[in-house]
T-cell receptor, first 114, second 116 residues
Framework: GESVGLHLPTLSVQEGDNSIINCAYSNSASDYFIWYKQESGKGPQFIIDIRSNMDKRQGQRVTVLLNKTVKHLSLQIAATQPGDSAVYFCAESILTGGGNKLTFGTGTQLKVEL | DTGVSQNPRHKITKRGQNVTFRCDPISEHNRLYWYRQTLGQGPEFLTYFQNEAQLEKSRLLSDRFSAERPKGSFSTLEIQRTEQGDSAMYLC??????????????FGPGTRLTVL
């Protein structure tokens, strides 16, 4: 079988630099998008979300950008810290009639180097 | 601790055995979700409940899998006649419903199943 799933894309950044993690989503009917952070041995943790009627949303040190034309999401982390090291997943959802179930994309391993 | 809890955290079983996992959601949350995550992949939706009603099941959920939420609080996920391909992390999440608003799903730590 295909083993590509065992080789997560990895982003290595220096502490203090900005990180950009990208994601392509699949369903043009999705109207809600979420970024999750997952540390080893833990469940996913909510970071930030964005509705499909927006193209940018900012949180504390994080910004999510949405480009519906090309079905692309990005997560920007400012001043990356060692505690940001984790796997990051984007997820898409349909708010009405979809039960809010999440469809996750391929994760990206973020490694912060001191 | 008021978060989502799952038990056991780890389960090792032999092929062909049955296993059952438990999820205790955040107390006031009426929605409960089960996901499965294999190494290097994102979680995949299995099923969800609103209160005690199971409203959707993924095609990933074969006949060997059954989930219940009898009183609308905790949930169990049973796998019968386990196969090596069932080895994965089983995640539970809970949320409140809120009309057309998205309500954050809070995930538990997961149960890691290894089928020998």
């Amino acid at each position: 079988g295909e083993s590509v799933g065992l080789h997560l894309p990895t982003l290595s950044v220096q502490e203090g630099d900005n990180s950009i993690i990208n994601c392509a989503y699949s369903n043009s009917a999705s109207d809600y998008f979420i970024w999750y952070k997952q540390e080893s041995g833990k469940g996913p943790q909510f970071i930030i979300d964005i509705r499909s009627n927006m193209d940018k949303r900012q949180g504390q040190r994080v910004t999510v950008l949405l480009n519906k034309t090309v079905k692309h999401l990005s997560l920007q982390i400012a001043a990356t810290q060692p505690g940001d090291s984790a796997v990051y997943f984007c997820a898409e959802s349909i708010l009405t009639g979809g039960g809010n179930k999440l469809t996750f994309g391929t994760g990206t391993q973020l490694k912060v180097e001191l | 601790d008021t978060g989502v809890s799952q038990n056991p955290r780890h389960k090792i079983t032999k092929r062909g055995q049955n296993v059952t996992f438990r999820c205790d959601p955040i107390s006031e949350h009426n929605r409960l979700y089960w996901y499965r995550q294999t190494l290097g992949q994102g979680p995949e939706f299995l099923t969800y409940f609103q209160n005690e009603a199971q409203l959707e099941k993924s095609r990933l959920l074969s006949d060997r899998f059954s989930a219940e939420r009898p009183k609308g609080s905790f949930s169990t996920l049973e796998i019968q006649r386990t196969e090596q391909g069932d080895s994965a992390m089983y995640l539970c999440a809970s949320s409140l419903t809120g009309g057309v608003s998205y309500n954050e799903q809070f995930f538990g730590p997961g149960t890691r199943l290894t089928v020998l």
